[in-house]
C-alpha cells in the first residue's frame, strides 16, 4: 500500500446547502472517515484500539478550501501521517475532484487515549511503532498548520444550547464535527449568501458529553475573521469549562 491513502465520496444533495455545495460539516466527516479508513488499512486504526481499550480523538483540525465540491459531483479525500510523536500525530488531508482539480486542504492532530482511564497513550507502544512506517516525508501541505486561537476579553455570549444523542460519536463524546457545525449555525443564511468560508480552525481542550449545555463565545477578529470559544457546563449553576476554540476566515463571493 502508499503511504497515502485515496478514498472517493460524492457531495450527496442532501449533504448540500442551499448553494448546492457540500456543508463543511459534511466534508469535515468525510476527512474524519478517510483518516479511519486509511489507519485501519495499515493496522492502527480503531478496530484494532477498541478491543484494546485504546482510541484516536481529534485535538486539533484545520480546513482550507478555495471551492466546496457541488451536488453530485464525486471527489476524493487523500490523507497521510506528516509525522508521529510519542502522544500526537500530525495527518494531512487534501480534497480533489475526478478531473484532479484541487478543492482544497486540510491538517490535523490526533491523540491516541485510553478509553477507560482517558488518558493520553504512547503511540508507539502500538504494533512496535508501526506508524513510523507509514510517515510521509515527500508530500507537502500548502496551508498553514492548525494553532491554539488566541482571543481577548472582548468575546460575547451569543448562543446556549444542548446536546443530545445525536450529538454523540462512537468515542461516547460530543462528535468533533458537532461542534464546527454548531458554531457554523451562528451566521444566518443571508450572511452566506454573501460570505463564503475559506477556513476553519479549531482547536479541542476538552470531552464534553450528551447532556452537558454548551456555551458560545464570539469575538470579531477582523473584518472577515471571527473568533468562538465554546464552554460546557455539566448541569444548571455549574462551573463553565472551556471545551474548544475556533477561527473562521470568510471571503466574499
Known amino acids: 500500500m502508499d503511504k497515502t491513502g485515496k478514498y472517493l465520496f460524492m457531495a450527496e444533495p442532501f449533504h448540500c446547502d442551499f448553494s448546492h455545495r457540500l456543508f463543511m460539516g459534511h466534508l469535515g466527516n468525510h476527512m474524519l472517515n478517510a483518516a ?9 486504526g ?12 481529534l485535538s486539533r483540525l484545520a480546513i482550507e478550501m478555495e471551492e466546496m465540491p457541488e451536488q453530485y459531483s464525486k471527489f476524493y479525500v487523500e490523507t497521510w501521517v506528516e509525522s508521529a510523536m510519542r502522544y500526537f500525530t500530525n495527518r494531512n488531508f487534501s480534497v480533489v475532484g475526478e478531473d ?3 478543492f482544497g486542504y486540510g491538517r490535523s492532530v490526533w491523540a491516541m487515549i ?3 482511564t482517558r488518558q493520553p497513550q504512547d503511540i508507539f507502544a502500538i504494533r512496535d511503532g508501526s506508524i513510523r512506517e507509514w510517515i510521509e516525508t515527500e508530500r ?7 494553532s491554539r486561537v488566541k482571543m481577548g476579553g472582548g468575546a460575547e455570549l451569543v448562543r446556549t444550547i444542548d446536546t443530545y444523542y445525536n450529538d454523540v460519536d462512537v468515542n461516547g463524546h460530543i462528535n468533533s464535527v458537532k461542534y464546527i457545525e454548531h458554531v457554523l449555525d451562528l451566521f444566518s443564511v443571508d450572511f452566506y449568501r454573501i460570505y463564503r468560508l475559506h477556513r476553519f ?3 479541542y481542550v476538552a470531552e464534553s458529553h450528551a447532556g452537558d449545555r454548551l456555551n458560545f463565545y464570539s469575538e470579531k477578529t477582523a473584518d472577515d475573521e471571527c473568533c468562538v470559544r465554546i464552554t ?17 476566515e470568510f471571503v466574499e463571493k
Open 140 to 146: 507537502e501541505c500548502p496551508i498553514e498548520k492548525s
Open 114 to 116: 485510553d478509553t477507560d
Open 201 to 203: 480552525d479549531i482547536a
Open 232 to 248: 460546557k457546563c455539566e448541569d444548571t449553576g455549574s462551573k463553565e469549562t472551556e471545551v474548544c476554540r475556533c477561527k473562521i
Open 100 to 102: 484532479g482539480r484541487v
Open 46 to 57: 480503531m478496530n484494532y484500539l477498541n478491543p484494546i481499550h485504546k482510541t484516536w480523538v
Open 36 to 44: 479511519d479508513f486509511h489507519s485501519t488499512d495499515r493496522g492502527f
